[in-house]
Nanobody, 123 residues
Framework: VQLVESGGGLVQAGDSLRLSCEAS????????IGWFRQAPGQEREVVVT????????VSDRSVKGRFTISRDNAKNAVYLQMNSLKPEDTAVYYC?????????????????WGQGTQVTVSS
């Protein structure tokens, strides 16, 4: 199983980025996918998750109204559109897959993780 994130980079406050997570080696449509992030010296935290069917989305309140998650099961991919970025969004962003499928916000239930992509937002 492999999850590969892409789309990170260095942007200014107020800019947008779109992260992609492409999966292989699993029956993608059966898995919930979560985006998590970890800033230096901090614990990994949930950003937003989407259930296997796409009908349940859980977002951290810090990103509600700014970040949007979507999935394309035909392409084995999940996307995270990040708008109105803030310096506090700076972190390594990871996608993860959970075979329970519900889109939990608990990182401990996720079975597979990508290597992460760095997002840096300057003020």
């Amino acid at each position: 199983v492999q999850l590969v994130e892409s789309g990170g980079g260095l942007v200014q406050a107020g800019d947008s980025l779109r992260l992609s997570c492409e999966a292989s080696g699993l029956t993608f449509s059966r898995y919930a996918i979560g985006w998590f992030r970890q800033a230096p010296g901090q614990e990994r935290e949930v950003v937003v998750t989407i259930s296997w069917s796409g009908d349940r989305i859980v977002s951290d309140r810090s990103v509600k109204g700014r970040f949007t998650i979507s999935r394309d099961n035909a392409k084995n991919a999940v996307y995270l559109q990040m708008n109105s970025l803030k310096p506090e969004d700076t972190a390594v962003y990871y996608c993860a897959a959970d075979d329970l499928g519900s889109g939990s916000s608990d990182p401990m239930v996720y079975d597979y993780w990508g290597q992460g992509t760095q997002v840096t937002v300057s003020s």
